[in-house]
Nanobody, 124 residues
Framework: QVQLVESGGGLVQPGGSLRLSCAAS????????IGWFRQAPGKEREGVSC????????YYRDSVKGRFTISRDNGKNTVYLQLDILKPEDTAVYYC?????????????????WGQGTQVTVSS
């Protein structure tokens, strides 16, 4: 079965950390740009981070720079998003998605395959 599966979300206090995983089955992730997006209730889906297929280029939205780190292990067919110094405004459902193109994009409409999402809640 061809699918992406996110995991690693949960409830964490402000200042805490989580590590999200995006695992692929039924296809190889290494040929794709991978984006992480999030969507909070009542808000539009927004791009958080993106990594090139080789892993040599990474991108972050301004509000998470210095706190989030994206990485990939093509041998494990998995992409990770390390979330540190979490803030209440980071609360959202986090999704990973694939893009069959050479470059990252912040437009979620340019990503073709999506996981089901994992909930991240930052609260004391």
């Amino acid at each position: 079965q061809v699918q992406l599966v996110e995991s690693g979300g949960g409830l964490v206090q402000p200042g805490g950390s989580l590590r999200l995983s995006c695992a692929a089955s039924g296809f190889t992730l290494e040929y794709y740009v991978i984006g992480w997006f999030r969507q909070a209730p009542g808000k539009e889906r927004e791009g958080v981070s993106c990594i090139s297929s080789s892993g040599t280029s990474t991108y972050y939205r301004d509000s998470v720079k210095g706190r989030f780190t994206i990485s990939r292990d093509n041998g494990k067919n998995t992409v990770y998003l390390q979330l540190d110094i979490l803030k209440p405004e980071d609360t959202a459902v986090y999704y990973c998605a694939t893009r069959a193109a050479p470059s990252c994009s912040w437009s979620y409409k340019l990503y073709g395959r999506w996981g089901q999402g994992t909930q991240v809640t930052v609260s004391s």
